[in-house]
């Protein structure tokens, strides 16, 4: 999504980089990259001079050599920090910037500021306008102002600062942000485990729409958080952006509960799960349909997976993370916004079981056609998604690849293999000859095997190949899990 937001130049810039990501390290020509892509060799090489300069300004490394071909080292290159570089470049990035620092300006500043046309301007933040827009945010582009539900607003604009600087630039920008830091030392020195970078950007973002007007509004979901010992100091914080006698309970409820509820627990050790039980407990008393909802999943989670056995521990997780999963849902009753939806989210690619996959869209299905769930039908396919990475592991146990090592003249290289495989609990290694069978055969003749293969030489010592064969292992083993086991 985020790749949607950028500009023309940079989204051609990223078909580069994804063409260089599938290719080994080496000498390329521009008329090679030019013929991958699709552009023309006077816009690929225009886009290289722009790449050349940015690379050494951002990795200190030459990427062009000459006027005919690049050097293309994958070490040097670091893919996050070049995908922020450029999207802190789009206009949809700048205009976040420019909505929270300058929230009494118009668009006519916006585009004075940037030297582009008001045209140029409305065309760019087109993709930015139909995201929102999807999402329950309108845009009033003259106005340069945001309309809809502020706790929908915030998590947003905390989504498209994150993508593009990780709240850097607003650090800059704001210069003093004293009442923050004292918040922050005092969240630090409590039980809870704060990412400090995250916390001071939504803090940040918090104060600038308070002071802007924009304050969050009264919601069940909120109004149900049990009252917690950060309370106090979170009372301090608060009571520097509002009048005397104003209420800010829902901004203290909204800013804790993203402290809290907007992402999955590792461990039963996780120092959050007594207050979320609480709050579970809270919503309980209520008979919120939300949480209603959350025990009907787990029950029907648990009938349709009968051969797995779990522990104590794996059904607390089960029970704590689909409660949080269809809480960031329902708050906002649509797809949760937030930074991975702003990025090329890699792990929507995973294969997942298909009983696992089928099982979710049935219920979930069903549930949409409830009137107090209609939102599911909207979010349907990132909602299957989230709740099948959280519960694949408890549907299908981890599944054994089995290798097989030919017979080779070096035991050593055997040994060697041997070595790295015993690191990896999901695999079974053995002897074997040609016509067993197993899911991959390392030999040194790898030749009319009718299973994967992968050579076994002295390559074998270096890194590179090792991470060749850990690759395809894993492969293989994610692909034999999502056939259950076959």
Request: aromatic residues 12%; hydrophobic residues 45%.
């Amino acid at each position: 999504m985020r790749r949607m937001l950028l500009n023309d130049s940079e989204k051609k810039k990223m078909s580069v980089i994804d063409l260089l990501l599938t290719l080994e390290e080496g000498v390329y020509t521009i008329h090679f990259i030019s013929q991958s892509v699709g552009y023309s060799f006077k816009t690929v090489h225009s886009l290289l001079l722009d790449m050349d300069r940015e690379f050494y300004e951002l990795f200190d490394y030459e990427l062009l050599i000459g006027k005919q071909k690049i050097n293309w080292q994958p070490i040097a290159y670091r893919h996050p920090l070049y995908q922020r570089f450029l999207f802190q470049k789009s206009l949809s990035y700048q205009f976040a910037i420019f909505l929270l620092t300058q929230p009494k300006a118009d668009l006519a500043t916006f585009s004075k500021q940037l030297f582009i046309s008001h045209s140029s301007v409305r065309r760019g933040l087109r993709p930015l306008v139909n995201l929102l827009l999807q999402n329950g945010i309108k845009i009033n582009l003259s106005k340069a102002s945001l309309e809809g539900e502020e706790r929908t607003i915030r998590r947003f604009l905390f989504a498209l600062i994150w993508a593009g600087s990780r709240g850097e630039d607003l650090k800059k920008l704001l210069i003093s942000f004293g009442h923050e830091e004292i918040l922050l030392l005092q969240l630090s020195s409590s039980e809870i485990v704060i990412n400090e970078e995250e916390t001071l950007c939504h803090l940040l973002i918090a104060r600038l729409r308070i002071l802007a007007g924009h304050t969050i509004e009264a919601c069940p979901l909120l109004e149900n958080m049990p009252v917690s010992k950060q309370d106090a100091p979170l009372h301090a914080y608060f009571s520097n952006w509002f009048a005397e006698g104003e209420d800010y309970t829902n901004e203290i409820k909204f800013f804790f509960w993203l402290l809290m509820c907007t992402s999955c627990c590792l461990t039963t050790k996780d120092v959050r799960l007594p207050y979320l039980i609480s709050y579970q407990n809270n919503l309980l008393e209520q008979e919120n349909p939300l949480f209603l909802l959350c025990q009907e999943f787990i029950s029907n989670f648990y009938s349709q997976n009968t051969g797995v056995r779990l522990t104590t521990d794996e059904r607390e997780l089960i029970r704590t993370n689909s409660f949080l999963t269809l809480l960031n849902f329902g708050f906002h009753q649509r797809t949760v916004p937030d930074s991975s939806e702003l990025i090329d989210v890699k792990w929507k690619d995973q294969v997942f079981p298909t009983s696992l996959i089928e099982f979710l869209q049935t219920f979930l299905t069903n549930v949409s056609r409830r009137k107090n769930f209609f939102w599911v039908g909207r979010c349907m396919n990132n909602l299957v998604l989230h709740l099948a990475v959280l519960l694949e592991p408890y549907w299908i146990r981890p599944v054994k690849l089995l290798v097989g090592i030919l017979s080779n003249p070096d035991p050593i290289l055997s040994l060697q293999v041997k070595k790295l495989f015993d690191q990896l609990p999901f695999v079974e290694y053995q002897a074997a000859s040609l016509d067993d069978e197993v899911d991959l055969l390392l030999s040194d003749r790898c030749v009319n095997v009718a299973v994967d293969c992968f050579p076994l030489t002295s390559e074998i010592y270096q890194l590179a190949n090792q991470q060749q064969l850990l690759s395809l292992i894993l492969q293989l083993q994610l692909e034999k899990a999502a056939n259950g086991g076959l």
